[in-house]
């Protein structure tokens, strides 16, 4: 995995296979820290949590024997002084966070967190997405359900939206991070 956006990617997918009706990213920039902390939460079904759930054989997908975007989110923490954690409880959600390094020679760049957005989004509109960025005191977020009543009926997915919801992604991190 090339950048964060992806792994952002590969984790919200397990939410929406988890039938998550609402997902919830979170990137936060902790500079007296040095850390850079990923949260992904999710209103889906939950799983059991054990040892295993880091073990890259353990999937539930059936005809699958692999199951790899934990693991390789797991391990892109750890490689730069982090560390990785999955909660869940059944019937009520999961919630993973990965923590980096933020100097970490080995942190990967953010990638487009607009595409990975409106990738989530154009293929399933009717989730609400939330997306929120804190560095240095300063936020920026994004949520689909706010969109929602503006638009007012629009859907959410028409070409025209999901390059506006791009756009106003980057251009809002843009401002923020600098
Ligand atoms: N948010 C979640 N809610 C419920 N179950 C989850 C969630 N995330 C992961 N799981 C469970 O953990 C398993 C492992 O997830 P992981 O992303 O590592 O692999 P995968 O989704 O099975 O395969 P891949 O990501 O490689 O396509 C999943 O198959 C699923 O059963
Ligand atoms: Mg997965």
């Known amino acids: 995995m090339q950048d964060i956006s992806l792994h952002i990617l590969d984790i919200a ?11 919830e990213i979170k990137i936060k920039e902790d500079l007296k820290n ?5 949260i992904i939460k999710d209103n889906g079904k939950g799983m059991e949590v054990g040892k295993k759930t880091k073990d ?11 199951g790899l975007g ?10 730069c ?19 980096f390094q933020r ?12 595409a990975t957005m409106t990738t989530l989004i154009c293929g399933h509109p009717e989730i609400d997405y939330l997306f929120l960025y804190e560095k240095n005191g300063q936020s920026f977020s994004f949520d689909t359900k706010e969109l929602k009543q503006e638009l007012d009926g629009v859907p959410v997915n ?21």
């Open 103 to 114: 100097s970490h020679i080995d942190l990967k760049p953010l990638g487009d967190m607009g």
């Open 34 to 38: 040095d850390r850079f902390i990923l």
């Open 13 to 23: 997918e397990n939410s929406i296979d988890a039938g998550a009706t609402r997902i």
């Open 56 to 66: 890259p054989y353990f999937t539930c997908k059936t005809g699958k024997k692999f």
């Open 70 to 79: 934990i693991p390789f989110l797991a391990q892109a923490a750890e490689e």
């Open 158 to 178: 028409l070409p025209e939206v999901l390059k506006f919801i791009k756009e106003e992604i980057n251009e809002g991190l843009r401002r923020i991070k600098g």
């Open 81 to 99: 002084n982090g560390r990785f954690s999955l909660s869940s409880e059944k019937g009520k959600g999961t919630t993973v966070v990965a923590e």
